[in-house]
């Protein structure tokens, strides 16, 4: 990809559109989970950017050491650099276990759905901040997993209230964070959603580079088309407004 001429501008844009967000709407915080990666350390730098409130969370939740680290270190940054910016840390890894120890057995056996409420765990916190400070829960999803392959959790990592990232590819996403100055162990750590016990990264998951789904993406070539074209089609429903029968 080679959409973006010039980082400095991009980012400046991104910022001022965040601002004029919240004073549109008089809105009183950004709320942003970080996870370690660079997809929500490039929003939460550019939400800090702003000067105006800005909460960090960090939610471990039998996440691997490597990830918790990497995401407290980014958080602790962001507060020592950026006098608008607040940490919370919410370990939620005994509210799932026993969360867990309330469902039934025939319903804890598929891992994809347990991924998945590890996910909705995370934003049910997040809209707890959000909500007690008056703040909106900002998205950390790239134009590949929100619009492409639809590769987060419903009503998890994709209910959120505003998308500053999600009309970027990933490569950019990467490109944006190393101007920012985000810790080059977050740039170079591969992708994934830390929601796996096995530590799975996302390339496991998807079968496919980022790079080639967004060249599939872009320009429909590449050995990614196949696997965009099942994804974006299983996935589509997550994408789509919620079907509603009309009277």
């Known amino acids: 990809m080679n959409r973006i001429k010039d980082y400095e501008v991009l980012k400046d844009d991104i910022v001022k559109w965040l601002s004029d967000y919240y004073w549109?709407?008089?809105?009183?915080?950004?709320?942003v989970g970080v996870s370690g990666g660079i997809d929500s350390a490039v929003v939460s730098t550019l939400c800090a950017e702003t000067g105006l409130p800005t909460y960090?969370?960090?939610m471990p939740l039998h996440?691997?050491?490597?990830?918790?680290?990497?995401?407290?270190?980014?958080?602790?940054?962001?507060?020592?650099?950026?006098?608008?910016?607040?940490?919370v840390n919410v370990d939620l890894t005994r509210t799932y276990d026993t969360f867990m120890t309330w469902v039934d057995d025939t319903f804890t056996g598929n891992e994809l759905a347990n991924a998945n409420t590890k996910s909705r765990l995370r934003m049910v916190s997040?809209?707890?901040?959000?909500?007690?400070?008056?703040?909106i829960v900002?998205?950390?999803?790239?134009?590949?997993?929100d619009y492409g392959i639809g590769f987060y959790t419903k009503y998890g990592d994709g209910g959120v209230d505003i998308a500053p990232i999600a009309d970027l590819y990933?490569?950019?996403?990467?490109?944006?964070?190393e101007f920012l100055g985000v810790d080059e162990r977050i740039c170079d750590a591969p992708p994934t959603d830390g929601l796996w016990d096995d530590g799975r990264k996302d390339e496991d998951q998807i079968g496919a580079s980022y790079a080639e789904l967004e060249e599939a993406m872009e320009y429909n070539t590449g050995p990614a088309v196949e696997i965009l074209e099942k994804?974006?089609?299983?996935?589509?429903?997550?994408?789509?407004?919620?079907?509603?029968f009309k009277l």
């Open 138 to 145: 900002v998205g950390t999803g790239n134009k590949v997993e």
């Open 24 to 31: 549109m709407y008089s809105i009183k915080g950004f709320v």
């Open 170 to 177: 990933k490569t950019e996403v990467w490109e944006l964070g």
């Open 56 to 58: 960090v969370m960090t």
């Open 231 to 244: 994804f974006n089609r299983q996935n589509n429903h997550k994408m789509q407004p919620i079907p509603t």
């Open 63 to 87: 996440s691997k050491e490597a990830n918790t680290e990497l995401s407290e270190a980014h958080a602790y940054g962001l507060v020592e650099k950026y006098p608008n910016v607040t940490m």
């Open 126 to 135: 997040l809209y707890q901040v959000a909500g007690s400070v008056g703040g």
